[in-house]
C-alpha cells in the first residue's frame, strides 16, 4: 500500500491550495484519512481527518478555512486550504488506515508535500 501526496507548493499568504493523496495497492478497504503537519523545529500536528462516513475534523487552528474530503472510488483524499497565512508553512503528510483484508488494517503515511506560505 502506498499514499501518494500531491499539491504542495509556494503560494502568498490569503491565497489557497490543494492537497491531493491517493492509496494504491492492495487494499480492501479504507478507514479514516487525514492529514497532518510538521513545522520547521516543531512535533508533527494533527491538521483534519475524515471518517469513511464523512464525518470530519479540524485543528482549531485551521477551522473555517480549511477543508477535507474524499472521493472514496479514487481512494482519494483532499485538503483544500484557504485564507493562508505564514503559520500554515509546513511539510503536509496523509494518513489513511487502510485494511489489506477483512481482518487487518494498518495506518500508512504518504511522504510529505512542502506548503510554504510567503508573507
Known amino acids: 500500500v502506498q499514499l501518494q501526496a500531491s499539491g504542495g507548493g509556494l503560494v502568498q499568504a490569503g491565497g489557497s491550495l490543494r492537497l491531493s493523496c491517493a492509496a494504491s495497492g492492495s487494499i480492501f478497504d479504507i478507514n479514516a484519512m487525514g492529514w497532518y503537519r510538521q513545522a520547521p523545529g516543531k512535533q508533527r500536528e494533527l491538521v483534519a481527518t475524515?471518517?469513511?462516513?464523512?464525518?470530519?475534523n479540524y485543528a482549531d487552528s485551521v477551522k473555517g478555512r480549511f477543508t477535507i474530503s474524499r472521493e472514496n472510488g479514487k481512494n482519494t483524499v483532499y485538503l483544500q486550504m484557504n485564507s493562508l497565512n505564514a503559520e500554515d508553512t509546513a511539510d503536509y503528510y496523509c494518513?489513511?488506515?487502510?485494511?489489506?483484508?477483512?481482518?487487518?488494517?494498518?495506518?500508512?503515511w504518504g511522504q510529505g508535500t512542502k506548503v510554504t506560505v510567503s508573507s
Open positions: 494518513k489513511g488506515n487502510i485494511g489489506g483484508s477483512r481482518w487487518y488494517a494498518s495506518d500508512y
Open positions: 475524515i471518517t469513511t462516513a464523512g464525518t470530519t
